[in-house]
């Protein structure tokens, strides 16, 4: 994880370490978590299917 900015560094080097977070965020942690909430609720039911029975219509 990068490190907090101290007062002695640059504005352009905090500025360039905010976009790489922007980006690491942006383009891994949010699709990764958004795969991870999707397979998680398809678990469960997949999981209260094989308690529960198939959907009855």
């Known amino acids: 994880m990068p490190v907090?900015?101290?007062p002695?560094?640059?504005e352009q080097v905090v500025?360039?370490?905010e976009w790489i977070v922007f980006l690491?965020?942006?383009f891994v942690v949010a699709p990764a978590m958004a795969v991870?909430?999707?397979g998680s609720y398809g678990l469960?039911?997949?999981i209260y299917q094989m308690?529960?029975?198939p959907p009855t219509g």
């Open 15 to 17: 500025r360039r370490r």
């Open 36 to 38: 991870a909430i999707v």
């Open 4 to 6: 907090p900015a101290t």
């Open 51 to 53: 308690i529960a029975g």
């Open 8 to 10: 002695q560094e640059p």
């Open 44 to 46: 469960g039911v997949w």
């Open 24 to 26: 690491f965020l942006t």
